[in-house]
C-alpha cells in the first residue's frame, strides 16, 4: 500500500513554543490530507482538512489560529501548534487517500507539552 | 458521530480464529465497510473493505450480511501481533471524505 511518513516521531517542548509536525506521502501525491488528534484511551479525531494550494478546512472547535496547516506541495502538508499548552498533548496522525478508496495513516506524532 | 457499533474488547486464543463483529444498521447504499486496525501508539492500518460481497486478502476476511445491516471481520489465525483496537468505519469513498472513528474493539490475543 501506500506510505505516509510523519515527522517527528516524538517531540517534547516547552509550553508557549511552537511545534511543526511534517506529513509526507512517499509514493503517491495527495491532495487531500486529513490530521487528526487522539488523546490517550480514546478514539482518533479529525481536527482539519488539508488541500493542496488552498486554505484547510477546520472541524468545529479547531482553533485555527492555534493549529496552522499548510499544503504547499503534493506530497506535504505540515501541522504547527503555536504556543503550545500542556492540554495540547497528544498524538497527531495524518492521513492521505491514494486511489480511489484507501486512506493511509502517518505513523503519528506524540507530543508533549512541559 | 459514528454509524457503527462494535463490542467494547474482545479476547481471543492465539492461533484460533478472530471473529470481530459490527452493526451498522443505518447503513446508505453508497457506503463502504472499512476496516483498521491500530496498534498501540502507531497510526491506524488500513485491513479490508467491501460493499456488499464478502470480500477476501492476505489479512482477513469481511462478511457482510445480505441486508449490509451488519458485517464480521475474521482473522483467520490470530497472533500475539494481532493484539489491537479494530475500527469498523461506514465510509463512502471519493477523494475528500475523512474517516469517522468509533471507540473500535480492543482485541486481545493471548498465548
Known amino acids: 500500500g501506500a506510505v505516509v511518513s510523519q515527522h517527528p516521531s516524538r517531540v517534547i517542548c516547552k509550553s508557549g513554543t511552537s511545534v511543526k509536525i511534517e506529513c509526507r506521502s512517499l509514493d503517491f501525491q495527495a491532495t487531500t490530507m486529513f490530521w487528526y488528534r487522539q488523546f490517550p484511551k480514546q478514539s482518533l479525531m479529525l481536527m482539519a482538512t488539508?488541500?493542496?494550494?488552498?486554505?484547510?478546512?477546520?472541524e468545529q472547535g479547531v482553533e485555527k489560529d492555534k493549529f496552522l496547516i499548510n499544503h504547499a506541495s503534493l506530497t506535504l502538508s505540515t501541522l504547527t501548534v503555536t504556543s503550545a499548552h500542556p492540554e495540547d498533548s497528544s498524538f497527531y496522525i495524518c492521513?492521505?487517500?491514494?486511489?480511489?478508496?484507501?486512506?493511509?495513516f502517518g505513523p503519528g506524532t506524540r507530543l508533549t507539552v512541559l | 458521530d459514528a454509524k457503527t457499533t462494535q463490542p467494547t474488547s474482545m479476547d481471543c486464543a492465539e492461533g484460533r480464529a478472530a471473529n470481530l463483529p459490527c452493526n451498522h444498521s443505518t447503513i446508505s447504499g453508497n457506503e463502504y465497510v472499512y476496516w483498521y486496525r491500530q496498534i498501540h501508539s502507531q497510526g491506524p492500518q488500513y485491513i479490508i473493505h467491501g460493499l456488499k460481497n464478502n470480500e477476501t486478502n492476505e489479512m482477513a476476511s469481511l462478511i457482510i450480511t445480505e441486508d449490509r445491516k451488519s458485517s464480521t471481520l475474521i482473522l483467520p489465525h490470530a497472533t500475539l501481533r494481532d493484539t489491537a483496537v479494530y475500527y469498523c468505519?461506514?465510509?463512502?469513498?471519493?477523494?475528500?471524505?475523512?474517516?469517522?472513528f468509533g471507540k473500535g474493539t480492543k482485541l486481545s490475543v493471548k498465548p
Open positions: 488539508s488541500n493542496e494550494g488552498s486554505k484547510a478546512t477546520y
Open positions: 468505519i461506514l465510509y463512502h469513498g471519493g477523494s475528500q471524505g475523512n474517516l469517522i
Open positions: 492521513s492521505s487517500i491514494a486511489g480511489i478508496n484507501e486512506q493511509f
